[in-house]
């Protein structure tokens, strides 16, 4: 999405350690418009789909998972990170590896809002290595729910977690694909998939 590619490349502030922090638009502050053309991008890849419910995970998910569910006309469920393992009976739950914080979590979704009479389309924010998205992923399998696929506002495809899931056969979408990150220099390079 040349949209999107532009925004990055005017706001967008490469870090060490593979971070693209993007707080100006996507992270912190949120450019509604720009995620609201997102959200209208997913609706037209995922037309044919009938998605009934848009799935992320807090708290970065939120602002995009949001757009793209009005354009489904359906609820958006975040995922809850959670310390504390929580397993009682009445929720499903994952593990995930942080990317950003280098640490395990626990996700958690109660079993109120999702179950196998749900299709589902996962939203993020960023696709790195593909943790975030294996939790989510998990869940949806737990819950009986089917799986449209998943959609993806920033990927770092040099990561190689996009990759991964599609060659399981999961379809992948994102609105921008990074090929190379140079944090030294800035240097932003994108690709297709
Ligand atoms: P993954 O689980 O795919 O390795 O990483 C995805 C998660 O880590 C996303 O939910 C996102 O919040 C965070 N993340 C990964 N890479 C970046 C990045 O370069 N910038 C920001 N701001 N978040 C990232």
């Known amino acids: 999405m040349r949209l999107l590619e532009e925004r990055i490349l ?28 997102i959200g209208a991008e997913f609706k037209k890849i995922y037309s044919d789909c009938d998605i009934t419910k848009v799935l992320t995970i807090e708290a970065s998910g939120i602002g995009v998972g949001c757009m793209v569910a009005q354009f489904f006309d359906c609820p958006l469920l975040f ?3 959670t310390k504390t393992i929580n ?13 950003t914080h ?11 809002f999702l179950g196998k009479d749900d299709t589902v389309l996962i939203i993020d924010d960023f696709l790195a290595k593909g943790n975030a998205l294996l939790g989510l992923i998990d869940i949806v399998k737990q819950s009986g729910a089917k799986l449209a696929g998943c959609g993806i506002a920033i990927e770092k495809g040099y990561q190689g977690g996009g990759d991964k899931l599609r060659a399981q056969g999961i379809r992948v979408e994102s609105m921008a694909i990074i090929d190379e990150m140079n944090d030294e220099t800035g240097e932003i390079v994108f690709g297709t998939r």
């Open 10 to 37: 005017k706001d967008g502030q490469v870090f060490a350690g593979n971070v693209l922090k993007v707080d100006s638009f996507l992270n912190h502050q949120l450019d509604v418009q720009l995620l609201s053309e």
């Open 79 to 81: 995922a809850k990170k």
């Open 87 to 99: 397993i009682k009976g009445d929720v499903y739950t994952s593990k995930v590896e942080s990317f």
């Open 102 to 112: 280098k640490c395990t979590y626990d996700i958690i979704v109660s079993k109120d």
